[in-house]
């Protein structure tokens, strides 16, 4: 079996009208497996700031508007934390993945990942994309923006998208126990696809590759969102 965007089945977008992470990857994925019959992965992922109520929250990458850039996601940003004090600027960039073996599936899989840290009051760092030169990373003591390749997660262009391969391993595991998954598939791993529109570098959007045996022959299709 081979993880395929659902752009290859000409799958319309999903609305996203969820009020949570794990709403919305749900939804994706109930979309896809819909429209193609097939077993499909949906995920959603975004910033959550404490002091704004968990705001950008799934509006993370429209926080400043349809069509906003990241300059001005952050520009809304740190106007909205203006005069917070640093103690209260925590907050958590989050991931939920959520799989479906068909449409109606009552018992979805679904993972999650975060990272937690705070906002700065200002950019630091030219690194990754996003909200990244805002996150200052609790572990690092830096920011997304100022990391070194040396302690980002492997497979990944940027930081940020260490809540995702999180994710991704934990959805993995619950894959593996499984037995709709295990009794079908002999092995699977990560791989890349394309590049995220006006981002530099490899895709974040990962896929899994899944092989299943019949005949000594691997076949099969899921759909990723």
């Not at 809304?76 to 939920?96: D, I, M, N, S, W």
């Not at 760092?125 to 609790?138: E, V």
């Not at 994710?167 to 709709?180: E, G, Q, S």
Request: charged share 20%.
């Amino acid at each position: 079996w081979q993880v395929r965007p659902q752009s290859e089945w000409s799958v319309p977008e999903a609305v996203e009208d969820g009020l949570s992470f794990i709403e919305n990857a749900l939804i994706k994925a109930r979309h896809a497996a819909r429209h193609t019959g097939l077993p499909a992965l949906g995920d959603d992922s975004g910033l959550v700031v404490d002091a704004l109520d968990g705001a950008p929250g799934i509006y993370s990458a429209r926080y400043a508007g349809p069509g906003a850039d990241d300059a001005a996601n952050n520009d809304k940003l740190l106007q909205a934390l203006e005069g917070v004090p640093a103690a209260r600027r925590t907050a958590h960039f989050y991931c939920a993945i959520a799989m479906v073996r068909h449409a109606a599936d009552p018992a979805p899989l679904v993972a999650i990942g975060r990272w937690d840290g705070r906002i700065l009051d200002a950019r630091t760092g030219a690194g990754g994309f996003g909200y990244d030169p805002l996150f200052i990373i609790r572990e690092y003591h830096r920011t997304f923006g100022e990391l070194d390749l040396a302690v980002k997660p492997p497979h990944t262009d940027a930081v940020e998208a260490a809540h995702r391969d999180d994710a991704l391993v934990a959805i993995v595991k619950l894959v593996r126990l499984d037995p709709f998954f295990t009794q079908q598939f002999l092995q699977f791993k990560f791989i890349f696809y394309g590049q995220r529109p006006g981002r530099p570098g490899p895709s974040l959007d990962h896929s899994l590759l899944f092989g299943q045996t019949v005949g000594q022959q691997p076949h099969g299709q899921c759909i990723k969102i």
